[in-house]
């Protein structure tokens, strides 16, 4: 399919379409008036929370936007540059969340990233999901277009008549989608392979239970591949939870860890490297800086997960399976290079340069030596004259 597209481009998105998704697509561009009916289908009060969780997640990544800096004495310097052109997946079905199209493409649009674009798959004659198109227009997404799956993931890479490719493609999907998005990985950039979603709860003699089922059953809910693993030194909280929990949870989704105290409990986390890592304890801003490998950290009884999936401020995307050892969640960083600048004076050079020329000569490249010596040169008969 991703080879097609590459050679077919706007066809094949379109025969595709067809094929798969029963869609006979006018245009790959959802129609301005789709997304302004959208827009008026969207009741009052979801645009505000819609708005409100925009505006939280606009600040928090404002405030972790890294500054240009240079360093004029020594001649050194950092430039930081958005990428230009970002393309978002947002799957179709029970996963189209307009959450998940705010917490990708404002991230991309506070770095500044000049062009953000989503593509949602168009099923049939099924109208596309309304809230997801509201959550586009609130976060500034430039163009929607109605393709969805392997083909989408083709057309953001490479570019068709009417969909420009992008830099970067961000955002979950299906498995297909995820190994597209890995194929095409080099091509451009992605934000990573995204497994089933993971919350680890680590709660103490202290903690709520009835708090700890429910956040629980809220990670279960994602799909039946999704896990939610409660760790604790409390063989009471064990029973409480359990109660609470009333079966809610399959044995494949969840399981209950006990140990023998919070330091284990830690070691644990740190181990499994969650997606979500949740302290349900006394006091967690204590245990915050023992915890090494986790996503996201939410701490204390008032900052379970759904909160950071909807309204705190970071993005919710973030990585899965062991990968947050060495993998952060989406961010301005994401969307961001940064470019070193050299401009060293004429005194720094003359400092450093017979080094520089040492380590040529080393590594046996005569004409690197002579860049550096022939200014070498030309300053010591500068100064002599
Ligand atoms: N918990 C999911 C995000 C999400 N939850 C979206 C609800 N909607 C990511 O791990
Ligand atoms: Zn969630």
């Given at each position: 399919?991703?080879?097609?597209?590459?050679?077919?481009?706007?066809?094949?998105?379109?025969?595709?379409?067809?094929?798969?998704?029963?869609?006979?697509?006018?245009?790959?561009?959802?129609?301005?008036?789709?997304?302004?009916a959208?827009?008026?289908?969207?009741?009052?009060?979801?645009?505000?929370?819609?708005?409100?969780?925009?505006?939280?997640?606009?600040?928090f990544?404002?405030?972790?936007?890294?500054?240009?800096?240079v360093?004029?004495?020594?001649?050194?310097?950092?430039?930081?540059?958005?990428?230009?052109?970002?393309?978002?997946?947002a799957?179709?079905?029970?996963?189209?969340?307009?959450?998940?199209?705010?917490?990708?493409?404002?991230p991309?649009?506070?770095?500044?990233?000049?062009?953000?674009?989503?593509?949602?798959?168009?099923?049939?004659?099924?109208?596309?999901?309304?809230?997801?198109?509201?959550?586009?227009?609130?976060?500034?997404?430039?163009?929607?277009?109605?393709?969805?799956?392997?083909?989408a993931?083709?057309?953001?890479?490479?570019?068709?008549?009417?969909?420009r490719?992008?830099?970067?493609?961000?955002?979950?999907?299906?498995?297909?989608?995820?190994?597209?998005?890995?194929?095409?990985?080099?091509?451009?950039?992605?934000?990573?392979?995204?497994?089933?979603?993971?919350?680890?709860?680590?709660?103490?003699?202290?903690?709520?239970?009835?708090?700890?089922?429910?956040?629980?059953i809220?990670?279960?809910?994602?799909?039946?591949?999704?896990?939610?693993?409660?760790?604790?030194d409390?063989?009471?909280?064990?029973?409480?939870?359990?109660?609470?929990?009333?079966?809610?949870?399959?044995?494949?989704?969840?399981?209950?860890?006990l140990?023998?105290?919070?330091?284990?409990?830690?070691?644990?986390?740190?181990?499994?490297?969650?997606?979500?890592l949740c302290?349900m304890?006394?006091?967690?801003?204590?245990?915050?800086?023992?915890?090494?490998?986790?996503?996201?950290?939410?701490?204390?009884?008032?900052?379970?997960?759904?909160?950071?999936?909807?309204?705190?401020?970071?993005?919710?995307?973030?990585?899965?399976?062991?990968?947050?050892?060495?993998?952060?969640?989406?961010?301005?960083?994401?969307?961001?290079?940064?470019?070193?600048?050299?401009?060293?004076?004429?005194?720094r050079?003359?400092?450093?340069?017979?080094?520089?020329?040492?380590?040529?000569?080393?590594?046996?490249?005569?004409g690197?030596?002579?860049?550096?010596?022939?200014?070498?040169?030309?300053?010591?008969?500068?100064?002599?004259?």
């Amino acid at each position: 399919m991703l080879r097609d597209v590459r050679a077919g481009g706007d066809s094949a998105v379109r025969r595709y379409a067809s094929l798969l998704d029963d869609a006979d697509l006018d245009t790959l561009e959802v129609p301005e008036a789709e997304l302004e009916a959208a827009w008026d289908d969207t009741p009052d009060d979801l645009k505000q929370a819609l708005q409100l969780a925009a505006r939280r997640i606009t600040e928090f990544h404002e405030a972790t936007l890294p500054r240009d800096w240079v360093d004029l004495s020594g001649g050194l310097g950092e430039l930081v540059r958005p990428l230009e052109r970002v393309g978002l997946y947002a799957p179709g079905g029970t996963a189209a969340y307009p959450s998940t199209v705010l917490m990708t493409a404002i991230p991309a649009r506070v770095a500044g990233v000049s062009e953000v674009v989503l593509a949602t798959p168009r099923r049939g004659q099924e109208p596309l999901n309304s809230t997801v198109l509201a959550a586009a227009r609130i976060a500034g997404v430039d163009a929607v277009y109605q393709v969805g799956g392997v083909p989408a993931i083709g057309a953001l890479a490479y570019g068709t008549e009417t969909i420009r490719k992008v830099d970067k493609i961000c955002g979950p999907g299906n498995v297909f989608v995820a190994y597209a998005k890995r194929m095409v990985q080099g091509q451009v950039d992605i934000d990573g392979v995204f497994g089933p979603t993971e919350t680890i709860l680590l709660a103490d003699e202290s903690a709520n239970p009835v708090f700890c089922a429910a956040d629980l059953i809220a990670q279960a809910e994602h799909d039946p591949m999704a896990s939610a693993i409660l760790v604790t030194d409390s063989q009471n909280l064990i029973y409480t939870v359990e109660a609470e929990l009333d079966g809610q949870i399959t044995e494949r989704q969840g399981c209950i860890v006990l140990v023998d105290d919070f330091t284990e409990a830690i070691a644990v986390a740190n181990h499994i490297a969650p997606e979500h890592l949740c302290l349900m304890v006394a006091n967690p801003w204590a245990w915050a800086g023992q915890v090494r490998n986790a996503g996201g950290l939410f701490l204390g009884e008032f900052s379970p997960e759904v909160m950071g999936d909807y309204i705190a401020g970071p993005s919710h995307v973030m990585p899965t399976g062991g990968t947050a050892r060495f993998s952060s969640a989406l961010s301005v960083h994401h969307f961001l290079r940064t470019m070193p600048v050299v401009g060293l004076s004429l005194q720094r050079f003359t400092d450093l340069g017979a080094a520089a020329v040492r380590i040529a000569e080393a590594e046996g490249l005569p004409g690197h030596a002579g860049a550096v010596q022939a200014r070498l040169d030309h300053i010591a008969a500068m100064q002599t004259r």
